[in-house]
C-alpha cells in the first residue's frame, strides 16, 4: 500500500492531499485498529518523520485553492482579466461578483475578494501547523528531514504571503510561534511583508536539495527562480540579476534542474507546455500537480471549471460555462509587422491591423479567418473561428461561446484537455467535465527568462536580454509547433527574432510586450503593469489598463465596460475584505487607500 501511494504521489506530485498522506501512516501496519478516542491525535505519529510529512502535504494540497477557484495561483480573475488579457465572459448575471473586479470597481464587501484573501491564509496557516508540529519532533526524526520539512514549508509560506502581499499589500503577518489565545486575533495590516517573504524563501533556497524524489515537491533551483522573482517585484534588480546568473547561460539556456532532475530548457513546441501528457517537463521550474479520476476534482486542476466553450456536447471540451474569454485588445496584441515583429507602439489596434473576427455572425454565416500576418501562439492561446481547436476539429464560432454579446468572439484555449484525454487525463466525476489532470505552471522557464531579460536591461547587459527574449522567440518560431489545418499553415504565421532592442527605453518596452504574449492568460498581466509603474513609468498601469478598456468598450455591444476605468492610488491594490475588518476591528485592520473605511 505505502509503495502504491509513494508511486502515484511520484507520478502526480502532491495532489493526493491530507487523505493520501494519512493513508501513508496508517499503511500496512496492524496499529490501525487501535483507535483512539474520537477527536484525538495520535502525537506520537504526528511527531515522526510520517506525521509531519503528512502536515506538509496537507499545505502543497492547498496551494491550487481546493475547490476555491479565487485562491489559486492561475490568477485568472486577478491577474489576467484585470490585465486586458480576458473578460469575465459568460452571461453579465452569472457570478456577477466578477463584474465589478474587471471594471476596477471592486467592493469590500465582494466574496470572491474574501475567497482569494481566506484561501491564501488556509495555505499560511497549514504552513504555519507544519512548522508548529516541527517543534514537537521525536528523536527518530532526523536532522537532515527536520531541515527538509522546514524548507519546504517556508517555501511554501513565502508563496502564499506573496499572493497576499501583491494582492492586498500588506495583510497580518501571522508565523508558527502565535495562535488563537496568544494574540492571533490582535496581529494589524501594519507590517512590511517582503522582509518576512524574502527569509522565508532565501532559507528555502539555502536547505532545499537540487532534486526531490516527488516531482511535485519544490526544490532548490525553485526556490531560487522564487526569490529572484520577489526581488524583482521590489526592484531589487541586482539582487534579482546575481540569482538569474545562477541560474542561466547568457546564451539562454538553463543551468538549473526541475525537481525530477530535467536541466532547465524551453520545451521546443509552445502548445505542449499546456499538455496532460507532457506534465512535468524541462520547462516545468514550480508546478502545482493534479491528477484526474482520484476520486476527487479537487485532485484535478479545479480553478479552471467555468473556462470552457459553452453547449459543445460530445464535439467539444467541458461544455461549460464560457468564462474567461480572451479581449479583442489581446487578439490583435499577435499582429506581426513584415518582419515578423509585434507591433509594440500600440498600432495593433488600429486600421487594418486589428483582427479580422466574426463577431455578429451566426456559426453557419460564411467567414474567412485573418489573413494578415501573425504571432504562432495566438492558436495555442485563443481560439478563433475557422481555426482547429486542438484536436476538436474547427473552432465554430458563436455557437461555442454563451453571450457573444457580452464577451466577443473568442475563447480561451491553454490549460483545455484534448479529445484524446478524455477519460484519462480528464474527470467525468462531476457537474462539468472541465476538471483535467493539466498542471498549472505557477513559475516556467519562459517566465523566467523574460523575468532575467527585465533585471539585465536595468543593471546588466543588453545583449544578454537580447539572448533571453530570442531565445523565447525563437521557441514560438517553431514550425513544428504551428497550428495546421492539414499539412498546411492554420494561418498566416510571421514571427522573428530581435536583431536589437535599441534604447534601454526600447528594449524595456520590448520585453514587457513579450510578456503579454508569451503569458497570455496565465495570471501574470495585471501583477506586471502595476510592478512596471516606477521610476519614470509611475502611471503604467492607469496608462495601459485605461486605454484597453477605452478600445474594449464600444466593441461589447453588453456594456459590460462602459465608463469602466483604472484609478492611480486604488485599483493597484484590492480592498481588505470587510468581512475580516468586521471580524477583528477597524483598529487592526487598516482598508487599503480609496475603499471606505480606509
Known sequence: MKDIMKNTFRRRGVAWSVIAALLLLYSCKDSFLEIAPTGALNDKLLAGYQGLDASLIAAYSQVNGRGNRMASPSNWVWGSIRGGENNKGTDPGDFSDIN??????????????????????????RTNATLKLLKTKDASVTAAQATGIEAQAKFLRAHFYFELKRAFGNTPYVDENIDY??????VKNDQDLWPKIESDMKFAYDNLPATQPEVGRVNKWAAAAYLAKIYMYQNKFTDAKALYDLMLNVNGTGKG?????????????????????NDNHEESIWAYQAAANTGSVNNANPEFDLNWPYNTGADGPGNCCSFFQPTFEMANSYRTDALGLPLIDGSYNTGANQLKTDMGLESAD?????GGNLDPRIDHTIGRRGIPYLDWGKFPGKAWIRNQPNAGPYQTKKFVYYKADKGSLQDNSSWTPGYTAINFPIIRFADVLLMAAEAEIEVGSLTTALNYINAVRNRAANSAGFVKDGNANAANYVISPYLTLGTQANARAIVRFERKLELSGEGHRFFDLVRWSTGTTPTY????????????SPKIPSGAFTGATYSTNQDELL????????????????????YSGN
Do not use: C, H, M
Not at 471592486?106 to 481566506?118: F, H, M, R
Not at 460564411?366 to 485573418?370: E, R
Not at 475580516?580 to 480609496?594: C, E, R, T, Y
Open 181 to 186: 489565545g496568544t494574540g492571533i486575533e490582535k
Open 541 to 552: 498601469a492607469k496608462d495601459v489598463i485605461n486605454a484597453y478598456l477605452t478600445y474594449e
Open 100 to 125: 465589478p473586479i474587471q471594471r476596477f470597481e471592486a467592493l469590500p464587501t465582494s466574496g470572491v475578494i474574501n475567497d482569494k484573501y481566506n484561501g491564501n491564509y488556509e495555505g499560511v496557516a
Open 366 to 370: 460564411p467567414f474567412t479567418p485573418d
Open 257 to 277: 534542474v526541475t525537481s525530477n532532475g530535467k536541466t532547465w530548457g524551453l520545451v521546443p513546441k509552445f502548445s505542449d507546455v499546456f499538455k496532460a501528457s
Open 575 to 594: 480592498p481588505i475584505p470587510q468581512t475580516q475588518i468586521d471580524l477583528l476591528g477597524a483598529d487592526i485592520l487598516k482598508q487599503n487607500p480609496g
